[in-house]
Each structure stands twice: as C-alpha cells, then as structure tokens.
C-alpha cells in the first residue's frame, strides 16, 4: 500500500501529541504544522516520528494549506491533533476514494459523551451544515476530519487561511459536482492540557461562525 499523508494543524498540542501519533495506522504518515506553538510541540511531533513544517501566518486554513502543499501522497486526509478524534478511522475514510465511490469523505462526529462537544459548538456546525445544504450538498458536519485527492483538492483554489477553510471547501467542492461522502466517527473529550481553538467557548464559536460566513459570501 502507498503511503498517505495526513496533515495535523497544530498550535500548542503537546499534550495531546504523542498520544495521537502512537495510534497512527501502518502506512500513514503524520505531517504535522506547527502555527506558533509555544509549548514544545514540534520536538514533540518529531520524537514520535512526525514530519513538521513551520507555518508562521496563524489560521487553520494557513496551517492546512501549507501541509497539503507539503505533502506527497496522492491521497491525503486532515485531522485534529487536539486527542479528540481517532486515527484509526482514517482507513475508513480512504476506502470510498481508492474503490471510486467518493471525491471527498468527510468524519460525520458524534460525541461520545455531552463534554465532547458544548453545545454552542454543536448550533455553530448545525448551523453552517444548514447552509451548505442550501447550496444543494447533503452534508451535517463541517469535517474536521477528511480525505480526498491532493491534487484535486489543491485545484479547488481554496482562499481561505482562517476558520472559513472548512466551509469554503465544501462549498467548492459542491459547486465542482465532488460526490461528498460522510462517515460516522467517535468525537471524543480532547486530551487534558490542550484547549480548543475553535469551539472551547462561545466567543471561540462565533469567531468560527463569523469566519465560515464570510468564506460563504466568497465563493
């Protein structure tokens, strides 16, 4: 089996880290990108055997783009490095794309406990899920967790260096006739030590909100 790279954009995830990478699945390959930790997570990542590149403009979207660009493998996948999701579902995730099934597998998450996912953080997805049906893509969760082709992915032309890449590219992908898949995945608590850049308050989640919407206004 070819290997697959998956990009982990990480700020200050050095505790969550090395449990993470010491469940990655045989022929995955951990590309980790650093957006201006300051909690020694790039020697982390190294440690267990990790490829880390440096992205100093902050955002997801910057440090996603930068490790798709990094990347090499003809499929890559995206996820958290937070502990709150699984490495060991990224085969599942693959398998629509090698038999010809799907364009694009997203991680469809359901909580495995009410903590998992506050409850502001799950009416921000809802909502922006709700939108991107409007635009005709049958789809319930934003997918932090995904897998597609690099190069087509790439060609997608994705702007967005913030919170709104998420939502950008399934807009994009909707308008280019991908078929979107999504799969359910177990969403856990994130590891103690780490915090949620996103949905781990209120003000976290309308930033996101904020962000996703204005990608929506772009595309």
């Known amino acids: 089996m070819d290997e697959i790279d998956v990009v982990l954009p990480c700020l200050d995830e050095a505790a969550a880290l090395p449990g993470v990478l010491s469940t990655f699945p045989a022929h995955y390959r951990a590309i980790v990108v650093d957006n201006g930790s300051t909690d020694g997570s790039p020697e982390i990542a190294r440690r267990h055997g990790a490829v880390v590149v ?9 440090a996603v783009h930068t490790g798709m660009l990094a990347s090499r493998s003809a499929i890559v996948c995206v996820l958290d490095a937070d502990g709150s999701l699984d490495p060991v579902e990224l085969p599942r995730l693959v398998d629509p794309l090698t038999s010809g099934a799907a364009d694009l597998v997203l991680g469809r998450r359901v909580a495995s406990t009410p903590k998992a996912w506050p409850w502001h953080a799950r009416w921000g997805n809802a909502v922006l899920a709700g939108l991107v049906r409007r635009r005709g893509l049958n789809v319930h969760d934003i997918g ?3 897998a597609g082709y690099r190069t087509r992915l790439l060609d997608l032309g994705m702007t967005d260096r913030a919170f709104g890449y998420p939502l950008e590219l399934l807009l994009r992908a909707a308008r280019a006739g991908w078929r979107v898949h999504e799969l359910d995945v177990a969403y856990r608590p994130r590891t103690a030590g780490t915090r949620s850049k996103v949905s781990g308050s209120l003000r976290g989640t309308l930033r996101a909100v904020r962000d996703m919407t204005t990608a929506m206004r772009r595309v």
Request: net charge positive.
């Open 54 to 62: 440096t992205e100093p403009r902050r955002g997801y979207g910057a």
């Open 144 to 146: 932090p967790m995904r």
